[in-house]
Each structure stands twice: as C-alpha cells, then as structure tokens.
C-alpha cells in the first residue's frame, strides 16, 4: 500500500514568514495526526484529527500554527507567522480508527527559520 | 507531558553484538509501542505489545514488557551497520487510546 505522502520534504523560510505542509494519509485511515520533532528531541504532537474533525487541539500554538483536513482526506498544517523557534522535523501520521494498532508515518518536512 | 523515557541516551556497538534499549514510563497503559527512525527520515513502527502481554518477538527483535515496574526493553539480536538509527517507545497518552506521546530515543550506531 502507498504510504503517508507529505511535502516540501525541505523549506527555508524567515521568520515572520507563513509556511504550509501538506500531508495525504493512507487510503482508508481516519485518524490523522500531525506531530513537531525538534532535534535530538521525540516527536510531540500538535494536533489529531478523526475524518474531518478535530479531536485534540489542546498542544497546538494557536495564535500562530492551525490545521485543517477537508473532507476527511488530505491535511495541511499552517504556521503564520514563523519564529526562530518553530525550526523543527513536522512529521504527519496516520492510523486506522482502533485501539493497539501503530502509526504509519510520513518522511516529515524539515522547516529551518532564519 | 512525555510518558516514556529511553535508556541510554547513545549506545555504540560493532557488528555482530546485540543491542538493547530500555524504556520507563509513568501511568497504566494498554500497549507500548518501538518505533525506528533512521536519519532525515520518518518513523517506522517496529512493533507493538499489549499489556497483557510479558515478550514479543519480530524476526530480530524482542520486546519485553514489566508493568509492574512500568518498564520495557528492545533487544536487536546480531545488529547490522543498517540497524544505525534512533529508536523510541511509545505509549498512549493519560486519556487516550490512541494518542502517542514519545521518549526521546536511543541513538544506536552499530559499527562495520
């Protein structure tokens, strides 16, 4: 089966500037999450989705970052405006709406702020 | 708030040896998760064992699971220089079946 699809794998950008990421999910996977890996650190999450709703915003910095997955596919995550800080790996996940089962993840888009 | 934590940092070991990773974490969980990240890359899921289960073996790799001590271990048997990559236990968060909340890794580097 095709994997977790996301890109830019890589994007330079100055802080204060806006930046988008997409992701698309394995076919057939409701759950959808969107996790932030700074370096030398594990992966934190942002954000889950299930379809096209939210489920737990609760870690994601709303005055700058959101998320969104129309019609419960395809997800973009959007961070305006960048900060220095927010340098980091987004990786995006997928998995199948049940319990003790592993996520699939995408090769994650290396963001570097200047 | 991080729920596992992986033990060693960094491990380096020749060809041949056996690696193992330990990982701690805090509350009741219903599994545990490894996960492989090679360099620049996503994570892979390794395997996945229940908490009712006490070992788990994945061709080269076998996974122990104490709850009691609220601990697990990952053992690559015969490493190779391709098992060079950071490994991370996984478990879900308080409230959640299915959110992850990840250690941060054990570096294994695995010399030719």
């Known amino acids: 089966e095709a994997g977790v699809a996301q890109s830019p794998r890589y994007k330079i950008i100055e802080k204060r500037q806006s930046v988008a990421f997409w992701c698309n999910p394995i076919?057939?996977?409701?759950?959808l999450y969107w996790y932030q890996q700074i370096l030398g650190q594990g992966p934190k999450l942002l954000i889950q989705?299930?379809?096209?709703?939210?489920?737990?915003d609760s870690q994601l910095p709303k005055d700058r970052f959101s998320a969104e997955r129309l019609k419960g596919v395809d997800s973009t995550l959007k961070i305006q405006p960048a900060k220095l800080e927010d340098s980091a790996v987004y990786l995006c996940?997928?998995?199948?709406?049940?319990?003790?089962?592993?996520?699939?993840f995408g090769s994650g888009t290396r963001l570097t702020v200047v | 708030s991080q729920q596992g934590e992986e033990d060693p940092q960094a491990l380096s070991i020749q060809e041949g040896e056996n690696a193992t990773m330990n990982c701690s974490y805090k509350?009741?969980?219903?599994?545990l998760q490894w996960y492989r990240q090679n360099s620049g890359r996503g994570l892979v899921h390794l395997i996945l064992?229940?908490?009712?289960?006490r070992e788990k073996h994945s061709g080269r790799l076998r996974v122990t699971l104490d709850t009691s001590k609220k601990s697990s271990s990952l053992l690559i048997t015969a490493s190779r220089a391709a098992d060079t990559a950071s490994y991370f236990c996984?478990?879900?968060?308080?409230?959640?079946?299915?959110?992850?909340?990840f250690g941060s890794g054990t570096q294994l580097t695995v010399l030719p």
């Open positions: 996940a997928s998995s199948p709406p049940v319990t003790n089962y592993g996520y699939t």
């Open positions: 076919s057939g996977h409701a759950t």
């Open positions: 509350t009741s969980i219903n599994n």
């Open positions: 996984a478990t879900p968060m308080s409230g959640s079946a299915r959110q992850l909340t």
């Open positions: 064992i229940r908490s009712n289960e």
């Open positions: 989705f299930q379809n096209n709703g939210v489920v737990d």
